[in-house]
């Protein structure tokens, strides 16, 4: 089965050089995905609008990879401020309910200030 890449519009991405996912036989492999809306280019200042849009972006680029949120088995979570993760919990219990990944927070910088949250995953798409 070839490697497939994934691209979402951003223009991070041609500007630095990596894809928004890359597919290699049933695995996908999501890079780190923050709240920009990358039709507008635009971020919430709220941390769980930007957990919200971070996992919109990253299901979008999961269907095309034919798998969903419902098939990450691993997750990574970056916060400037540990102390937002827990406004985020509700978010990520809905949308990660059902795979319940095994998973990590970090508390580190982040390119932008006005980023909040990135988050990675892994997912196995199910035959």
Not at 35 to 42: C, E, I, K, V
Request: hydrophobic share 45%.
């Amino acid at each position: 089965m070839a490697r497939q890449w994934i691209a979402s519009g951003s223009p991070f991405e041609e500007q630095i050089g990596y894809s928004r996912a890359v597919v290699d036989g049933d695995w996908v492999f999501v890079s780190g995905t923050t709240g920009f809306d990358y039709a507008t280019l635009s971020i919430a200042d709220d941390v769980a609008a930007q957990c919200e849009q971070c996992l919109q972006n990253i299901a979008t680029a999961l269907a095309q990879a034919g798998a969903s949120l419902d098939d990450v088995v691993r997750v990574t979570y970056v916060l400037p401020d540990g102390k937002d993760f827990e406004a985020c919990w509700p978010v990520l219990r809905r949308h990660f309910g059902v795979a319940r990944p095994a998973a990590m927070m970090i508390q580190a910088g982040l390119l932008d200030p006005r980023m909040k949250i990135e988050i990675e995953v892994t997912a196995r798409k199910r035959g």
